[in-house]
């Protein structure tokens, strides 16, 4: 009878851990149900107000849509209006035939010379695959003889025509469509003569992409930028250098002598600061701004002029052998290129002396002015690191 009764005293106990154990199973349970809802509502509620915050975003946009078309459309009109007073003003300035100036400030002008001055110093940082240098001149080629004994006619690469600045004083430009068409004038009777705003000074102008760049000297040194397609000057620069020199001691004529190459448009000039020498800057073509300038070690004595072939600036010099001119010291704003390497270059007999040389990227030819003779050169290049 005791067995029995532990018996069920047994399993009464073990019923009722049972119970207690499904008891907190269900509780449990219970508790993760109702989280999982709280997930389910929570997930509801991001979800509806991404929805809502797409609707506005989308809302916005539409709007800014038409807010942006509108701007265009005004932007439109406001530089159609612009360009219809740029020609007005053009039209005004050939008519009047006024000279193109600027006002400066001559504390301004201080500042942007000791701007250059301390980046003279400063490695030419804009370099470039660019790395021809003349090795010898292989030719020459007489064209024909028209204007006076100093001048310069250049090819522009961009459109391939023929200009031709007579003299160093003077205000019209003669265009011929090509070399032939030049070659096969008599004189002048087949170019098309454009008239400029004011006159130019020297022989150190060039044609560079439509534009003709040239140097006016009033009271500044100006360098201006003419449109040869609208016949209009565009821009105009004071050069940011005071006391200037001629650049070349045989052609005095020539107060700053531009160039272009494949990097683009260079100055070469000098100053009374280092008057025994020549200086070189680059150019932005786009805006006339000083990208940066450099102090050659070529000297002004001697020199009748200059060109610039991937950055490496070659002076040409009045031999003691008649007719002869030779490329005597050069200048590499890189240093890559050294007098030994690139001087000792004789040009072929010529006439006098030139007055202007200008260098054609692509056809790596010279248009020589040489006393009344437009003369073109036919350069052997090589490789800078050749040596």
């Not at 001048?151 to 430009?173: A, C, P, Q």
């Not at 560079?208 to 003419?226: D, P, R, S």
């Not at 070189?280 to 805006?287: E, G, L, R, S």
């Amino acid at each position: 009878m005791r067995v029995l009764v532990v018996f069920v005293t047994l399993a009464c106990f073990a019923s009722a851990q049972h119970q207690a154990l499904i008891d907190y199973l269900e509780r449990r349970l219970q508790t993760i149900e109702d989280r999982i809802s709280l997930w389910h509502e929570q997930t509801a509620r991001y979800a509806s107000e991404l929805r809502e915050l797409k609707q506005q975003m989308v809302s916005q946009l539409e709007s800014l849509d038409k807010e942006k078309e509108f701007l265009r459309v005004t932007l439109d009109g406001v530089g159609t209006r612009v360009d219809r007073v740029e020609r007005e003003l053009d039209y005004l300035e050939t008519q009047n035939g006024a000279q193109p100036c600027v006002d400066i400030d001559d504390k301004l002008i201080e500042q942007q010379v000791m701007l250059v001055k301390e980046k003279q110093k400063a490695k030419y940082s804009k370099l470039s695959d660019c790395s021809d240098m003349i090795s010898s001149i292989k030719a020459m080629k007489i064209l024909k003889r028209v204007g006076g004994p100093k001048g310069m006619w250049t090819k522009d690469r961009g459109s391939g025509k023929v200009y031709i600045f007579n003299g160093t004083d003077e205000d019209t430009i003669h265009e011929f469509a090509s070399v032939q068409d030049f070659a096969r004038s008599q004189g002048m009777s087949l170019a098309k003569n454009l008239k400029l705003p004011s006159t130019w000074k020297g022989t150190g102008h060039v044609v560079f992409n439509n534009y003709a760049y040239y140097i006016n000297q009033a009271e500044e040194m100006m360098v201006v930028k003419y449109d040869m397609k609208n016949s209009s000057v565009t821009d105009s620069s004071v050069f940011p250098v005071q006391d200037h020199l001629p650049v070349y001691g045989l052609t005095p004529e020539t107060v700053m002598d531009l160039a272009v190459d494949e990097e683009g448009l260079w100055a070469i000039y000098a100053t009374r600061q280092n008057e025994r020498y020549i200086s070189m800057a680059k150019v932005d073509a786009n805006t006339l701004d000083i990208e940066q300038m450099w102090d050659s070690n070529c000297p002004r004595e001697n020199a009748e002029a200059a060109f610039i072939i991937c950055g490496t600036l070659y002076v040409v010099y009045n031999t003691k052998q008649p007719g002869r001119s030779q490329i005597q010291c050069v200048f590499d704003v890189n240093d890559m290129v050294t007098n030994e390497e690139a001087s000792l270059v004789y040009f072929p007999k010529r006439y006098g002396a030139h007055s202007s040389l200008k260098y054609n990227p692509q056809e790596q030819l010279l248009y020589a002015w040489d006393d009344g003779y437009q003369i073109l050169y036919k350069l052997v290049m090589k490789k800078k690191l050749e040596i």
